[in-house]
């Protein structure tokens, strides 16, 4: 891969903002370099722009090298940072499956790439020579996602293979549901795929939605031009400090979640299929199910007056009267089945 030839010219030549705490690296006792507030340790001082020990623990947990690590304020930033790297506004395009995670569509919208929209199968599965027919000499980018949300199924893996062998440009395969899967992550593959990104996230299996921390593993080459877009301090103290703690901690607990996750999820699909109004509960590799109803909307307004929420996907592509229904805990699953047979 040619990544030169990939990458915005701008982004090229970009010389990148150095901070302060860029230009330094190993121990101090006093800090007199960026003028912060010398009083009310630790706020006052600015966090590691590189997030180094975060990283270190984190190629511990995923036997990934720290230099394939890229740190976000949530999947969105390092989705966003893609366009800017790889896609000229106005003139690029991208190309993505369709139904899948919308933020892919935003972020184009607000760089100004143009998107090409390739429907899934009836399985919700896809062809990669279908997205490799939609691309054309200004696609630099291919986004997929496995599982895919809202789907919930995991994309089918010699199609992702033929799409890095064949696709001249970067395929971004977002993972945020894959602890959730029976397959192993495409983390391993990096070495053998050089225009490959893989997007995880701390916000689903972790439980750490609310402190918003997102990863990109890539090759080195293109972390460092993740770096070199990134705003300078684009992770906070509070968030790199809450996730070496609760990764330090939370490991094992983090297994059991998924553990009782996955039982929840197959007693929530067999008792759904039992309601008259369900029409087909879709098979489910992630937290979530995709459930197709008679009438999807008065079930959604239905639930929202028992004071629980689920998420009506029926105006998006291949989803019409479907509700994305979360697996939560024992007694939530519990309380969303006792409602629905009020209705059935």
Known sequence: ????????????????????????????????????????????????????TLKEKISEIKNVAPEKIFLGNGSDEPIDIVFRAFCEPGVDNMVSIDPTYGMY??????????????????????????????????TKVIFTCSPNNPTANLLNKSELVKLLNEFDGIVVIDEAYIDFAQAGSWISELDNYPN???LQTFSKAWGMAGIRLGMAFAQPEIIQVFNKIKYPYNVNVLTQKTALELLGKNLQKKEEWVRIILAERKLLAEELTKFSFVLKVYPSDANFFLVKMRDARAVYKY???????????????????????????PEENKRLLEALKKMD
Do not use: W
């Open 105 to 138: 569509q935003v972020a184009a919208d607000i760089n100004n790439v143009e998107v090409h929209r390739v429907k899934l199968g009836e399985d919700y599965n896809f062809r990669a020579q279908d997205l490799l027919n939609a691309a054309n000499s200004f």
């Open 303 to 329: 639930l929202t007056e028992q004071k629980i929420i689920v998420r009506d996907r029926s105006k998006i592509t291949l989803c019409e009267n479907s509700l994305r229904i979360t697996v939560g805990t």
């Open 196 to 198: 490959l990104i893989v």
């Open 1 to 52: 891969m040619n990544l030169d030839k990939l990458l915005r010219s701008n982004i090229k030549n970009l010389k990148p903002y150095s901070s302060a705490r860029n230009e330094f690296s190993g121990a101090a006792e006093v800090f007199l370099d960026a003028n912060e507030n010398p009083y009310n340790e630790p706020y006052n001082r600015y966090p590691d722009p590189l997030q180094r």
